[in-house]
T-cell receptor
Framework: DAGITQSPRYKITETGRQVTLMCHQT?????MFWYRQDLGHGLRLIYY???????DKGEVPDGYVVSRSKTENFPLTLESATRSQTSVYFC?????????FGPGTRLTVT | EDQVTQSPEALRLQEGESSSLNCSYT??????LFWYRQDPGKGPEFLFT???AGEEKEKERLKATLTKKESFLHITAPKPEDSATYLC?????????????FGSGTQLTVLP
């Protein structure tokens, strides 16, 4: 299906485990983004990527790692999950200035 | 300090009762103001981009306007399906214009 997809949609993991959230888009948009959304903080940018092999930090990058070997994929890895990383994670992509968001991944760290 | 603030936090309207949502920002050199709609359990959906004071955009019952300090999202004769959280976002700071800072949103409920 065309668009932007995220997997898994729901994930429960334990403190200290590594977890990777996947994001795939079929539009060939050059820009991709990762946000987290928490009550009281709204949407905050974690990392973004202008093109394959080009990534940059957003507002809250600590504890996260990203890579972008292919234009269509932008995985987000939590190398050692902490409870403070419990959140809803959204991936987005854009060709111009408007960003188009995926359905989100709800991550719970126990 | 550059920031973006939305008000009210929540708004309940009767069907057909028009109102406005506010997004105020403090940034030197606005590089665009974006409105999004977010339904529960879903990702934000793009609505409008505004760049210049005086600019207006419309889509169905929604009209977004922009001044030098704030933007309004006017909802005319709303229907229950307009119930959602409305988010505004602006690029803040010296980084890329694609680095958006989002407001905390206005949760709109339209009662039948």
């Amino acid at each position: 299906d065309a668009g932007i997809t995220q997997s898994p949609r729901y994930k429960i993991t334990e403190t200290g485990r590594q977890v990777t959230l996947m994001c795939h888009q079929t539009w060939s948009h050059s820009y991709m983004f990762w946000y987290r959304q928490d009550l009281g903080h709204g949407l905050r940018l974690i990392y973004y990527s202008a093109a394959a092999d080009i990534t940059d930090k957003g507002e809250v990058p600590d504890g996260y790692v990203v890579s972008r070997s292919k234009t269509e994929n932008f995985p987000l890895t939590l190398e050692s999950a902490t409870r403070s990383q419990t959140s809803v994670y959204f991936c987005a992509s854009s060709a111009g200035t408007e960003q188009y968001f995926g359905p989100g991944t709800r991550l719970t760290v126990t | 300090e550059d920031q973006v603030t939305q008000s009210p936090e929540a708004l309940r309207l009767q069907e057909g009762e028009s109102s406005s949502l506010n997004c105020s920002y403090t940034v030197s050199g606005l590089r665009g103001l974006f409105w999004y709609r977010q339904d529960p359990g879903k990702g934000p959906e793009f609505l409008f981009t505004l760049y210049s004071a005086g600019e207006e955009k419309e889509k169905e019952r929604l009209k977004a306007t922009l001044t030098k300090k704030e933007s309004f999202l006017h909802i005319t004769a709303p229907k229950p399906e307009d119930s959602a959280t409305y988010l505004c976002a602006v690029p803040l700071g010296p980084g890329s214009a694609r680095q958006l800072t989002f407001g905390s949103g206005t949760q709109l409920t339209v009662l039948p």
